[in-house]
């Protein structure tokens, strides 16, 4: 069942949630563009940056963080100076691993686009804020085409865009930014939280026609094949919160329910007496369509009703002929049961 949210889905921007779907959506993105690649002589791989950080929020209590001063060994002589003992805090680094898009040329495994979707680190952690600097300068220097993907409301923007131009930009939750090397024009998509993510365009060698990735899919895609229905609790608002005009749309959109129920009823067999048994279903579909039959016929509950199905040339194919086959079978048709 796909995210009630007809874009982007802002609970997914929750810091222990994003990096699944991070993952996932570079995943789906390279799913998406590879058998198109293929055909102009071109494919995409998944590169990773690894470092070590700070995590974004405390993993050890705040007592453990101090370690004890080791107690001072009296020794015999005092000739020797005794250092004092510093404070001692625990190492709390975790290992940032971050996955990005790279687009090849087949002929000589030539890099020339990279696509990266942005993180919290990128934004908000300094050294993992250095590194994507680092890499946007490399990408600049080296004439490869960049395309930036910030679905994360939270921290400074830090797309390859200039600042002054930011500010100009019409009211926006999200951008997308392709910088296009040798280009004489800035390509950005500021995107609402109430629109759907943009077909941006990808740019491939100069003079060859861009590919496009349709994000919104990639981004649909992700959330299917990820536990997000289950996980995501819409009982409380997104973090970070959405802005004052958007939390009631939000709260709307969040109040249908991001799972299907199930279809558990089975089909009844009706006999003289009205008593009724139920009956092992073929599938789904099928026990849908003798739900809505039987749903008709207990209106005629002074015919005798049974349902064979096993007779194929009676089982309705589709929703009219359920109809009209319930008004037959409840007037005049008097199958046998089956067993």
């Known amino acids: 069942m796909p995210s009630p949210f007809p874009g982007m889905d802002p609970y997914l921007e929750h810091p222990e949630v994003w990096p699944g779907v991070h993952a996932r959506l570079v995943t789906e993105s390279a799913a998406l563009l590879q058998p198109r690649l293929r055909a102009r002589g071109y494919y995409v791989d998944i590169g990773e940056r690894i470092w070590l950080a700070r995590p974004q929020r405390p993993i050890y209590p705040d007592l453990a963080l101090a370690r004890p001063a080791r107690p001072r060994v009296p020794r015999e002589t005092i000739a020797v100076a005794e250092p004092d003992e510093p404070v001692r805090i625990a190492r709390a680094e975790v290992q940032v691993r971050e996955p990005y898009l790279v687009i090849y040329r087949a002929e000589g495994a030539e890099v020339v686009t990279g696509i990266e979707v942005l993180s919290p680190t990128n934004k908000l952690d300094r050294q993992g804020r250095a590194l994507y ?10 004439g490869v085409h960049l395309v930036e993907i910030d679905l994360l409301r939270d921290g400074p923007r830090v797309v390859e865009f200039p600042d002054v131009l930011l500010e100009e930009l019409p009211r926006h939750d999200y951008l997308v930014n392709v910088a296009r090397r040798g280009g004489e024009d800035y390509e950005i998509y500021p995107v609402r939280i109430r629109d759907r993510l943009p077909r941006i365009r990808v740019p491939l060698k100069a003079g060859e026609e861009d590919e496009v990735l349709d994000l ?3 981004l649909d895609r992700a959330y ?3 536990p997000y229905p289950e996980r995501l609790d819409d009982a409380r608002p997104p973090t970070p919160p959405l802005a004052d005009d958007d939390a009631a749309r939000g709260r709307g ?8 129920p199930l279809m558990t009823a089975s089909p009844a067999v009706f006999d003289r007496s009205g008593r009724f048994e139920e009956r092992t279903v073929l599938s789904r579909l099928e026990n849908w369509h003798v739900g809505f039959i039987e749903g008709l016929l207990r209106s005629f509950s002074r015919h005798t009703i049974s349902i064979n199905l096993e007779r194929k040339k009676r089982w309705p194919k589709n ?3 359920a109809c009209s086959a319930a008004v037959s079978w409840a007037g005049r048709i008097r199958t046998p049961g089956f067993r």
């Open 133 to 142: 600097e680092q890499k946007q300068a490399e990408t600049r220097e080296a």
């Open 216 to 218: 919104q899919a990639a």
């Open 224 to 226: 299917d094949q990820g």
């Open 253 to 260: 959109v969040a109040a249908h329910p991001r799972r299907a």
């Open 319 to 321: 929703f009219a002929s």
